[in-house]
C-alpha cells in the first residue's frame, strides 16, 4: 500500500528566504506526483505536477523535484513571500488518476 | 469556465439520515473521485470514475455509494449518516492521464453529522 509522509509537518521562515519541504512515497511505483496548496478554509490548488518520467518542473519561484528510485519529491520555493503562507500538499498518483496524499506541511512567512 | 463546483458549501445532519453531495464539471474531464479531508490523515480517496457508467471505490468506501450517469456530474450519496462522517469533501477531476493528468479540486462541501 503506498504511503506518502511529508516533512517537515510545519515551518516558519523569514520573509525572502529560500525553503525545501520534503515528500516521500514508499512505491516507486507511481504513475506522476502532484503537489498543491491550500489556504485555510479553502480547497486545493493544483502547483505543479511531475511525470513519473521527468525530474523536475519549475514554475515562476516553484520548483519541484522527483526522484522514483528513492521515493522522494522536494518542492523549492525561492524567495518567499508572506503570501506563500498555506499548507502545502503532495500526493502520488497510483493510477486511474488515484492520488495518495500526505499530511502537508504547514508554511508561515513572516514580513 | 466555473471548473469544479460543489454544492452545498455547509451542511448539518442528524445520524441516520441521508443526504446527496453534489459535484459538476465544465472541462469535459473523464476522470472524476471524491475524497475526505479529516484532521492529521489527509486527504483519502472514496470513490472515483474513469468515465460516464463507470465506478470503483477508494480507500474509504463505507457508507457512501456514487453514481455517474454524465461525464459532468458525479454525486456522493450517503446513505444513512454517522457522526464519523463528520469530514470535509473534496470533489476533483482530470482530462486524462500523462500530462493530461493535473487533477483539479472543487472549493469542498463541510460536513457535521450529530
Known amino acids: 500500500k503506498q504511503e506518502v509522509t511529508q516533512i517537515p509537518a510545519a515551518l516558519s521562515v523569514p520573509e525572502g528566504e529560500n525553503l525545501v519541504l520534503n515528500c516521500s512515497f514508499t512505491d516507486s511505483a507511481i504513475y506522476n506526483l502532484q503537489w498543491f496548496r491550500q489556504d485555510p478554509g479553502k480547497g486545493l490548488t493544483s502547483l505543479l505536477l511531475i511525470q513519473s518520467s521527468q525530474r523536475e518542473q519549475t514554475s515562476g519561484r516553484l520548483n519541484a523535484s522527483l526522484d522514483k528510485s528513492s521515493g522522494r519529491s522536494t518542492l523549492y520555493i525561492a524567495a518567499s513571500q508572506p503570501g506563500d503562507s498555506a499548507t502545502y500538499l503532495c500526493a502520488a498518483n497510483t493510477g486511474f488518476q488515484k492520488l495518495v496524499f500526505g499530511t502537508g506541511t504547514r508554511l508561515l512567512v513572516s514580513p | 469556465n466555473a471548473g469544479v463546483t460543489q454544492t452545498p458549501k455547509f451542511q448539518v445532519l442528524k445520524t441516520g439520515q441521508s443526504m446527496t453531495l453534489q459535484c459538476a464539471q465544465d472541462?469535459?474531464?473523464?476522470?472524476m473521485s471524491w475524497y475526505r479531508q479529516d484532521p492529521g490523515m489527509g486527504l483519502r480517496l472514496i470513490h472515483y470514475s474513469v468515465g460516464a457508467g463507470i465506478t470503483d471505490q477508494g480507500e474509504v468506501p463505507n457508507g457512501y455509494n456514487v453514481s455517474r450517469s454524465t461525464t459532468e456530474d458525479f454525486p456522493l450519496r450517503l446513505l444513512s449518516a454517522a457522526p464519523s462522517q463528520t469530514s470535509v469533501y473534496f470533489c476533483?477531476?482530470?482530462?486524462?492521464?500523462?500530462?493530461?493528468?493535473?487533477?483539479?479540486f472543487g472549493p469542498g462541501t463541510r460536513l457535521t453529522v450529530t
Open positions: 476533483a477531476s482530470s482530462y486524462g492521464t500523462g500530462t493530461l493528468g493535473e487533477q483539479y
Open positions: 472541462m469535459n474531464h473523464e476522470y
